[in-house]
């Protein structure tokens, strides 16, 4: 019966036993002794009127709900105090508040307002609220977690192994530089990189090349260099020639006066 008073009563509760002391008005020390006959009871809700509660005693204190049932609780131990079975009507959906309002003579009016909620924290409510447990508990479900948990952070993190990861997950900036050193690189991987580079026997091969056009060059600016070598520059950058005939045709003369050239 938890689940009904919570911060007041549910509203639409049914079955629910509530409580009042009674004081003397003389000297307000608590009245003990009473049944139903001595009281008068009386509720009214948030927009109604005053209705009559029919009272009738309960047989013992622990006793079964009975409607307008009344019973003193222990007039030795807890003086005063009488436990009241409410009428459900007391407690229906449609009001914010009961007052409950207990009258016996000798004794100051007991009178008490009684929040009516639509949202206490009833049984199950977890259950709505967080789904049913995939094991047996909500408890077992929460072990469960934990067991697959680090018993401990490391640097105030969790400290794991990835086996694998999605496609795209690791990007170049993720990646420090210097982070991947040859130790990090799979053999294969080295083959690939290898494959697109000449191999120390491709390099040899371009090297013998390479000294065969070399020393062909050699020998061709060598014969250059022999017919260049006999050449004369009596003036420096013009060539000393004797011109011997024009398009085939023979020059005659020395070019001096009275011998000029001539075809």
Known sequence: ????????????????SWSFVLRSTTDSTEVTGKTATNFTGSYWRQGGTRTSISLSDLSTVNSAYSSGGVKEVDSTNMPGLYRLDLPDAAVASGADWVMVG?????AFVFHERIPLTTNVIAAGDAYTRLGAPAGASTAAD?????????????????????????????TAAAVATDAIDADAIA???VNEIQSGLATSSA????????????SAVDTEVAAIKAKTD????????????NIR??????????????NEWRP
């Not at 009904?4 to 549910?10: A, D, E, Y």
């Not at 401990?152 to 690791?170: C, E, K, N, W, Y």
């Not at 390099?203 to 070399?214: A, D, G, K, R, Y």
Request: proline share 2%; glycine share 10%; with cysteine.
């Open 203 to 214: 390099l040899s091969t371009v090297s013998s090349n390479v000294s065969s056009i070399l």
């Open 1 to 16: 019966m938890s689940d009904k008073l919570q911060g007041g009563i549910k509203a639409d509760s049914t079955s629910v």
């Open 102 to 106: 207990i009258k016996c003579t000798g």
């Open 230 to 241: 006999s050449l004369t520059f009596t003036v420096a950058n013009q060539l000393d020639t």
């Open 245 to 258: 005939s024009v398009n085939s045709t023979s020059v005659q003369g020395t070019g001096a006066p009275g």
């Open 187 to 189: 053999a294969d991987a």
């Open 142 to 170: 929460i072990a469960a977690v934990k067991a697959v948990l680090p018993a401990a952070l490391v640097s105030g993190r969790i400290d794991a192994s990835v086996g694998a990861m999605a496609a795209g997950t690791i």
